[in-house]
């Protein structure tokens, strides 16, 4: 995970760490959900243990 970009890496570890959604994740950043979204995506998608963006946390995270 250290090696995401910083937003990437928020994104991650508040849903991982903090147990937050991708709303309350969208609300504590002040951003839009669809920005959460694309992050969560975005860092999955290039890791072979997350399948590619099809992941349990991806999974997981959908409100």
């Known amino acids: 995970?250290?090696?995401?970009?910083?937003e990437q890496?928020?994104?991650l570890a508040l849903a991982?760490?903090?147990g937050l959604s991708q709303s309350e994740?969208?609300?504590q950043l002040a951003v839009p959900?669809?920005?959460v979204k694309?992050?969560?995506?975005?860092?999955?998608?290039g890791c072979p243990r997350c399948g590619g963006g099809q992941s349990r946390l991806?999974?997981?995270l959908r409100p």
């Not at 995970?1 to 910083?6: A, G, S, T, V």
């Not at 694309?38 to 998608?45: G, L, N, P």
């Open 1 to 6: 995970m250290e090696r995401l970009p910083r």
């Open 9 to 11: 890496y928020e994104v």
């Open 16 to 18: 991982y760490f903090a």
């Open 25 to 27: 994740i969208a609300a």
């Open 33 to 35: 959900l669809r920005t």
């Open 38 to 45: 694309a992050h969560t995506f975005a860092a999955c998608a």
């Open 58 to 60: 991806t999974r997981d």
